[in-house]
């Protein structure tokens, strides 16, 4: 079977509590059907900077913090 996206009013609720977007790639492969949440958003530059990030501190404090340890280590 090929891939296939689906809208996800498509799916029982029990499936679709677990699911957060709005449409979803169905995938079958040796008797296994796949459910991966589907997005048209095409990635932007700007999303994947900062990419490893846990949001909680910004680039530039980042660089500051490391100016002042590499200042402090002299």
């Known amino acids: 079977m090929a891939e296939m996206i ?5 799916i029982p609720e029990v499936i679709l509590s677990k699911i957060s977007t ?6 079958e492969e040796n008797g296994t059907i796949t459910l991966t949440p589907y997005s048209d958003e ?5 999303h994947l900077v900062g990419m490893f990030s846990d949001g909680k ?3 530039d404090d980042f660089l500051a ?3 002042i ?3 402090l280590e002299n």
């Open 6 to 10: 689906l809208d996800i009013q498509t």
């Open 22 to 27: 709005k449409k979803v790639k169905v995938y």
């Open 42 to 46: 095409k990635p932007r530059f700007d």
């Open 57 to 59: 501190i910004s680039i």
């Open 65 to 67: 913090e490391k100016q």
């Open 69 to 71: 340890e590499k200042e």
